[in-house]
């Protein structure tokens, strides 16, 4: 099996030497599950940097010990290590959660007869100020977008189409970027009323509604998109691609694509831009709009014991509106 040493883009940070016999290639059969289970290779690192700060706690307080030896007062010895070891909170809590999710791996094949981590208290988490696009920064990426579609280049125009599409998934929409690389055409409902539907991995799946100008971006968008198939001779379902200056070359569109994007135009636009920036000024833009919190919370695909206080006591500083999408984008076309 690959071992996750052999990955490319992921380094061993420390040595297996002096680890508990058999504990390496048990964290190795660890990430190949993970890695089974869909995790992302970002995903996979973050679990080894954190298992590597458990084995090397190991490597220097426990040189004797065996994986079957793995009780509770290894772990309250690891928990007051990390209290010395990191200042933030967040960073021991997310140490403490890797280390349960493999200890509940270990209890699966039988080589502790419980969990000690379940009971570590782990630390509270302190969620971040929110910090959207500003609507300055919002409206001039949406302007960007919109002129670059009116390209007499026809790959340069079906780029733009495509990011406009982007665009209103995450700031009409509210969507993260792990949800938009999995849509298909099937996902999307155009019409008045034009709404995309998420399959979430633990939950039924549910609709969010769209703005009412995505009717007119995703028409356009479609007529230019079965041209450039056509030219590229390629066919896919799914609702993004890849493409270089001349040819579609793949259909679907992964999280770093998507990142690589908003890099650009954040460079390019010298605007403040992530597609997380810009989902949070769609939260504020709901907010502003009176949408119940509920059910702002099921179109985010959170849970409903998630608190949206931040927002909410923020919502003042940061006016946000959609108002300006139809207006542009109807007045640029119209120039065309």
């Known amino acids: 099996m690959e071992t996750l040493q052999q990955t490319p883009g992921i380094s061993e940070a420390y040595p297996s030497q002096g680890l508990p016999l058999g504990l390496n290639d048990l964290q190795q059969e660890f990430y190949g599950n993970l890695r089974v289970q869909g995790k992302s290779q970002n995903t996979l690192k973050n679990y080894k940097t954190d298992l590597d ?5 190991l490597i220097d307080h426990q040189k004797t010990l065996q994986v079957t030896e793995f009780d509770q007062a290894l772990v309250s010895h690891y928990g007051e290590y990390l209290e010395k070891r990191y200042s933030s909170d967040n960073s021991r809590r997310r140490r403490v959660q890797a280390l349960r999710i493999f200890f509940d791996f270990l209890l699966a094949k039988g080589l502790i007869s419980s969990n000690p981590v379940r009971k ?3 630390s509270p988490k302190f969620l971040d100020i929110p910090r959207p696009t500003p609507l300055v920064d919002v409206k001039t990426f949406w302007e960007a977008l919109v002129e670059e579609g009116r390209s007499t280049d026809k790959m340069t125009e079906l780029l733009a189409r495509r990011n406009q599409v982007i665009f209103l998934l995450i700031f009409g929409a509210g969507l993260k970027v792990s949800d938009i690389t999995a849509l298909s055409m099937s996902d999307m409902t155009v019409g008045e009323e034009s709404r995309v539907l998420i ?4 939950r039924d799946a549910y609709t969010v509604p769209l703005p009412s100008i995505f009717k007119n971006v995703f028409a356009d968008y479609l007529n230019v998109l079965t041209e450039m198939k056509g030219r590229s001779q390629i066919e896919f379902e799914k609702l993004l691609f ?6 579609i070359i793949s259909g679907g ?6 990142e690589i994007i908003f890099e650009d135009y954040r460079h390019k636009l010298l605007i403040t831009l992530t597609p997380k920036s810009l989902r949070q000024a769609c939260i504020f833009k709901w907010i502003h709009q009176e ?4 059910l702002m919370k099921e179109w985010l695909g959170l849970a409903p014991s998630y608190d ?7 919502a003042p500083t940061h006016q946000m509106n959609d108002e300006f ?3 542009v984008y109807l007045s640029k076309k119209h120039l065309n």
Do not use: M, Q, W
């Open 53 to 57: 700060c458990f084995n090397l706690y």
């Open 253 to 258: 569109l992964s999280p770093r694509g998507i």
């Open 199 to 202: 399959r979430h991995p633990k």
């Open 291 to 294: 949408k119940n919190v509920s």
């Open 242 to 247: 890849y493409a270089n200056p001349y040819r």
């Open 120 to 122: 570590l208290p782990t």
């Open 325 to 327: 999408l139809t207006d």
């Open 308 to 314: 949206l206080k931040l927002y909410l006591e923020h």
